[in-house]
Nanobody, 125 residues
């Protein structure tokens, strides 16, 4: 099982980036997927999640209205479109898989069973 993130980079305030996460080794079609981020010296924090159907999304307050999560189950991929980026969005971004199909509350890092290696997003002011 492997998750590989891509799409990170160095951008300026107000710019956009689209992160991708490709899964291999097994299909994640029936599982929720999420994005988390971790800035230096800080805990890993929830960013966004999407259910297996792709019709239920959840966002952290700090990114609501600027970020959008989506998935393509045929490709076994999940995406994070990030608009109006701010310096405080600078972090290592991880995608993760939650194999539970019964979860109704916000996804937490401890809920996730598989993780990617992360992709760095740096936003300059």
């Amino acid at each position: 099982v492997q998750l590989v993130e891509s799409g990170g980079g160095l951008v300026q305030t107000g710019d956009s980036l689209r992160l991708s996460c490709a899964g291999s080794g097994r299909t994640f079609t029936l599982y929720s997927m999420g994005w988390f981020r971790q800035a230096p010296g800080k805990d890993r924090e929830f960013v966004a999640s999407i259910n297996w159907r792709g019709n239920k999304e959840d966002y952290a307050d700090s990114v609501q209205g600027r970020f959008s999560i989506s998935r393509d189950n045929y490709k076994n991929e999940v995406y994070l479109q990030m608009n109006s980026l701010k310096p405080e969005d600078t972090a290592l971004y991880y995608c993760a898989v939650d194999r539970s199909t019964q979860r109704t509350r916000r996804l937490e890092a401890d809920d996730c069973d598989y993780w990617g290696q992360g992709t760095q997003v740096t936003v300059s002011s």
